[in-house]
C-alpha cells in the first residue's frame, strides 16, 4: 500500500506545488485565447464577401482596436487590393471585392495567434522540467542518506539501514510523483490545446479564408496587364469614333442653329424684295438707314 505521509516531505510538496501552478497558469492562458478565438470568428461571421468592401472601414475598426490581434492585422491589411466593382440591385451582380497578396494564414496562424500568447517555448519544456527533478532529488536523497549511514556498532549499523531504507522509499517516490506530473501535464496540455486553442483557431481561418480571396503577386500583375489592354482597347475605341461623333454633332449644331438663322435671313430679303416691288423701297431704305435730313 501508497503511505501518504511521503507526500509530505518538502520536495515532493514543491513538485506538486510547482505542477498546480503550471496548470493553472495554461489554464488561465488557453481560456483566454479561446474566449478571443470565438469572439473574432463572431465579429467575421457577420461580413459576407459580398458587402465586405463596403463594411470594411466597419472591420478595420474593430480588429485594430483589439489588442489581441491589431499588430498581425496591421500588417495583413497592408497586402489588402481593393477591387471596386459596381454592384448591380437586382441582376444579383456583384463584382466588389477585396484580395490579399499574401495568404491570411502567413499572418493568422499558431504561431501568432496562439504560441505567441501561451509562452508556448516554457510551456514546452514544464515537462522536461518535473522529469528532471525527480533524478535530481532522487539522487540527492540517496546520497544523503548514504552520508549518514554508520557501522561503528551494531545498533549505529542497524539504524543507519533503517534510515536508508526510509530515504530510498522516499527518493523513489520523488521521482514516481515527478514522472508522474510530468505525464499528466502532457495529456492536459494536448487536450486543451486542441479544444481550446486549435479547433477555434482553424474556424477563425475559415471564415477570414471566405471574407478575402488570395491572389499571388504574379496573379496581381498579369490581372493588372489584363485591365491595362481593357482600358487601352476602350480609348482607340473611343479615338476611332471621335471624328463620326465630332461630325454628328457639327451636322447637329448647323441644324439646329444655322439654319433657322438662315431661313430667317432669306425670309427677310424676300419679303423685302416684295416690299420694294410695292414702291415702298424709300420708306424702308429710310427705316434702315435713316433719312439726309435727319443728319
Keep these: 500500500m501508497i503511505d501518504f505521509k511521503l507526500f509530505l516531505d518538502p520536495v515532493i510538496i514543491a513538485i506538486l506545488v510547482l505542477f498546480a501552478g503550471v496548470v493553472i497558469y495554461y489554464i488561465t492562458k488557453v481560456k483566454y485565447i479561446n474566449a478571443s478565438l470565438l469572439y473574432l470568428t463572431g465579429i467575421l461571421s457577420n461580413f459576407k464577401k459580398g458587402n465586405i468592401a463596403y463594411r470594411f472601414k466597419e472591420l478595420d475598426d474593430l480588429f485594430s482596436n ?3 490581434i491589431s499588430s498581425y492585422w496591421i500588417e495583413f491589411k497592408n497586402t489588402l487590393v481593393f ?16 484580395q490579399c497578396t499574401v495568404d491570411s494564414g502567413y499572418f493568422f496562424n499558431e504561431e501568432t495567434l496562439v504560441n505567441s500568447k501561451l509562452n508556448y517555448k516554457f510551456i514546452s519544456a514544464v515537462p522536461t522540467i518535473l522529469t528532471g527533478l ?3 532529488f532522487t539522487f540527492l536523497h540517496i546520497s544523503l542518506a548514504f552520508s549518514k549511514v554508520n557501522f561503528a556498532t551494531q545498533e549505529a549499523t542497524i539504524a543507519s539501514v533503517s ?3 526510509a530515504s530510498m522509499k522516499v527518493a523513489a517516490m520523488i521521482s514516481v510523483v515527478a514522472v508522474g506530473t510530468s505525464i499528466l501535464f502532457i495529456i492536459t496540455e494536448k487536450f486543451l490545446y486542441k479544444n481550446l486553442c486549435k479547433t477555434p483557431l482553424e474556424a477563425f481561418q475559415l471564415e477570414m ?3 478575402f480571396d488570395s491572389i499571388t503577386s504574379e496573379k496581381f500583375l498579369v490581372e493588372l496587364l489584363k485591365e491595362s489592354k481593357l ?4 480609348l482607340n475605341q473611343t479615338f476611332q469614333t471621335l471624328p463620326m461623333l465630332m461630325k454628328t454633332a457639327f451636322d447637329k449644331s448647323l441644324k439646329e442653329s444655322l439654319v433657322p438663322y438662315l431661313d430667317n435671313l432669306i425670309f427677310s430679303v424676300n419679303k423685302l424684295q416684295e416690299n420694294l416691288k410695292q414702291n415702298k423701297s424709300k420708306d424702308i431704305l429710310d427705316d434702315l438707314f435713316g433719312s439726309d435730313d435727319e443728319e
Design 66 to 68: 483589439n489588442p489581441f
Design 163 to 165: 534510515s536508508l531504507l
Design 134 to 136: 525527480g533524478p535530481l
Design 83 to 98: 477591387n471596386e466593382g459596381i454592384q448591380l440591385k437586382g441582376a444579383g451582380i456583384d463584382n466588389s471585392s477585396i
Design 231 to 234: 482600358q487601352n482597347s476602350s
Design 209 to 211: 479564408n471566405k471574407l
